[in-house]
């Protein structure tokens, strides 16, 4: 297992600033830092997998970033 680390899973890469506030946080404490641009509309079973591949390589901390469409997406029926 590598060092804890930080992952985050975002709807879109203009979510970055967003993400890099995240790292600039976290960055001070030497945590290591990793995004990842992935739709709000992949199936579940994508973010389930990508969790479980941070969990396997040590992820400490689990962030996601989202816009308005991911919620509107969910309830959509």
Same mark, same amino acid.
């Given at each position: ?16 600033? =967003?993400? #890099? ?5 976290? &960055?001070?404490?030497? !945590?290591?830092? +990793? %995004?990842?641009?992935?739709? /709000? ?5 994508? =973010?389930? #997998? ?5 969990? &396997?390589?040590?992820? !400490?901390?689990? +962030? %996601?970033?989202?816009?308005? /469409? ?8």
């Amino acid at each position: 297992m590598s060092k804890p680390y930080f992952a985050t899973d975002m709807g879109s890469g203009s979510h970055l600033p =967003a993400i #890099e506030a995240y790292f600039e946080v976290l &960055r001070p404490f030497g !945590a290591p830092c +990793g %995004a990842r641009t992935a739709s /709000a509309r992949r199936p579940p079973a994508h =973010a389930r #997998e990508y969790l479980r591949d941070t969990d &396997r390589r040590g992820c !400490a901390l689990f +962030g %996601a970033e989202a816009g308005a /469409a991911a919620p509107q997406e969910s309830f959509r029926g």
